[in-house]
């Protein structure tokens, strides 16, 4: 905020200072010529002595007044946007009002000088003609109404950004500010056009009463008043279309961003009235998508992004699952815990975050999902939530690729993978103020158990024949069955598989040995 050398405080900045005062300035000089030229040479004037006189006089008068008129004009508008010396306003709520109130009250300040030039120049006229001096008055006050439409709509538009930092820390409240848009809307249709067709019907009227007017004078005087009106009807309609398209506009700008993803789309609000808080609510909508978006984003973070669709998508919370055919993962580090007695803390977190990006990354690519952390494991399902096409061949997939990039991008780290399928129950398992969507069944049983098994072979990946039986054609082919056995706390026998990059050499060594 600005502050002058006598220590008044402007509320608004020097730009807007001087776009006001050339805008404000030059439109009521064009009314005032306007208004001069059609009382001294277009409306009726009565039988005068001398016609030349007056007119010189009131073009004297009008020079004088003008000459006047624009240095108090622009000194008292001037005030109206300037704090007392010493005033304090420390929430601001009074700058707040002058930059909101600012053209209604420069408004004043042009009607004032408006009718204060009616006053003079009726008097002016008065001794000459009664008539001449109602019909100069009369053409003063309606030339001042519209001429102070249309400096209202200016001021309004050049007010507009320090409209916009008053208002974004307090954005307009319902019930509290400027007339609405319905008020304003009538309230511009009869200073623009209820006003100067007035004016018209006036005239023809004086000219019917006193029946001195000849035709072509009479049609003269129509013609100009109406294009007059036609015209400056036109300028304030389409201001005051646009003091509500504008607005508008932005919003729908933006809720086209918004349809396109872009979340960080906002609208300057710089009106008062419910334009104002239609603009105010659409940043208020948007910042509720956003914080929306995140949630949404951590959410599927930690329970994973199918899970977290699944449940948005839900119109209520249900606890319980179903049956599904499901090919499950189950992946553990060998040795973790000599790891972290040896190592920092921060080194083992940033171990296992590598270990796990990788995991992940893997999963998410053969369309499973992370169903849970557990320390230095981790568990991955596919085919559930969403139904899967071949949820055993995802698995056994995931799991060749997971021990070779483990392999390839973490040397020093070792981790056993297995990999089953089946039937399990998959849904909510809790509480309704706390639950989590998880798998239950013998797969994941299962899969934990080959997990253990298979950090003592080579290539440290295991899975079930039954997964392998399971899951399609070329992705069965790439895995060879093995031996059976009885995993701890099972009492079924499994039989065993591993790819057949891992099964190769067994293979080539027992027909070696065959041979000899």
Known sequence: MARSRRGRRWVIDWPARFALAVVVVFANLGGAVVVFALAA??????????PGRVRTLNLLAFAVYMALAVPIGLLWGAR??????????????????????????????????????????????????????????????LGGITTCALAYLLSERILRRTAAEVLAARPPQPGRGLPGIVVRSLLFWALGTGVPVVGLMAMAVTALVHGDV?????????????????????????GAARAVADPVNAVRRG????????????VTVYDGTELGQLQSGFNTMVAGLRERERI??????????????????????RLGGEVRRVGVLFVDLVGSTPLTAE??????????????????EVVEEHDGWINKFEGDAALAVFGAPVDGTDPAGCALAAGRVLAARLAAELPDVTAGIGISAGDAVAGNVGDVRRYEYTVIGDPVNEAARLTELAKTVPGRVLAAADAVAMAGTEEAARWELGDTTVLRGRTAATRLAVPQEHARPERDESATSAAR
Do not use: C
């Open 41 to 50: 040479w277009v409306l009726p004037e009565g039988p005068l002595v001398d």
């Open 80 to 141: 109206r946007f300037r704090l007392r010396p010493g005033e304090a306003d420390p929430e601001q709520r009074r700058a707040r009002r002058m930059v909101l109130y600012g053209p209604l009250r420069l408004v004043t300040v042009q009607g004032v000088l408006w009718a204060l030039a009616a006053t003079v120049f009726a008097l002016v006229n008065l001794p000459y003609s009664l008539r001449l001096a109602a019909s100069v008055a009369e053409t003063i006050v």
């Open 214 to 238: 000849p035709p072509a004078r009479l049609a003269v005087i129509m013609l100009v008043l109406g294009g007059i009106a036609l015209g400056a009807g036109l300028l304030v309609t389409v």
């Open 255 to 266: 809720m086209r961003k918004v349809q396109h993803g872009e979340l960080d789309a906002t």
């Open 296 to 317: 949404h984003d951590l959410f599927g973070r930690h329970v994973g992004r199918d899970v977290a669709r699944a449940a948005a998508a839900a119109g209520e919370v």
């Open 343 to 360: 190592q920092p803390p921060e080194e083992v977190v940033a171990l296992l975050n590598r270990f796990f990006g990788v995991v992940v």
